[in-house]
């Protein structure tokens, strides 16, 4: 089954892409999966040191 996800525009540094883009190519992932690799593990270590964020299901698709 498909994962649902939202698109939207984001805006970084220049210096940023081209780390974001390095570390993708390191790992062989595109810069949109390097950046969710990144995200989805900064969610992880903020839940475990307080706790899973809770998320109201009726605005996930919105």
């Known amino acids: 089954m498909a994962t649902e ?3 939207f525009t984001m805006r ?3 210096d940023n892409f081209e780390k ?3 570390l993708a190519e390191q790992n062989k992932r595109s810069i949109a999966m390097q950046i969710e690799y990144l995200i989805e ?3 992880s270590e903020y839940e475990n040191e307080h706790g899973k964020i809770e998320i109201d299901e009726d605005e996930l698709y919105k």
């Open 5 to 7: 996800k939202r698109a």
């Open 12 to 14: 970084m540094q220049n």
């Open 20 to 22: 974001i883009k390095f």
């Open 41 to 43: 593990k900064a969610v």
